[in-house]
């Protein structure tokens, strides 16, 4: 499903080019799970980017379903399309609801009906445990609300891989 081979990124800085990651290579099957830790600045967080595409590797490849998305004319917004992330600080648009803020992808890339990606928003808030907050802002909710919130955006979209970038940074030990 998931293959990075070889895959490196260096960065430049005042001191010339620094390797935040170095050769590594794995791969995830379908329907595994597949756990990356290690120290800050260990380059977990840049390898989830990677993978989406977010960054652009200097060395090495990356293939989804056999399709190297590295590849320098692949269409990396279809790629995404089949993917979702939940990022470290949760990205929620703070100009809308919850609710707004789970369908706005469905209804824009996967050309979803509004009453369906109403449907599955629903769905998703009462699975996260979060009915209550659909027509709250960002701003009102706790950081363990925020990535749950996240949690039921990224799963809005049926994605085939999830990523998450400190899974469970905020959430509360019940969750």
Sequence with gaps: MLTLENLSFD?????GEIGIIKDISFTVDDGKFVVITGPNGGGKST???????????TGGRILFDGQEIT???TDVNAIR???GMVFQQFNLF????????????PIHVKKM????????????LQMVGLSDKADAYPSSLSGGQKQRIAIARALAMEPEVMLFDEPTSALDPEM
Aim: aromatic share 0%.
């Design 11 to 15: 960065v430049n800085d005042e001191k």
């Design 47 to 57: 390898t989830a980017k990677l993978i989406m595409g977010i960054e652009r590797p």
């Design 71 to 73: 590849a320098p004319k």
């Design 81 to 83: 399309t089949r993917m």
């Design 94 to 105: 703070p100009h809308m609801t919850v609710r707004e803020n789970i369908i706005v992808s």
């Design 113 to 124: 009906s509004k009453t369906d990606a109403l449907r599955k928003a629903d769905e998703l």
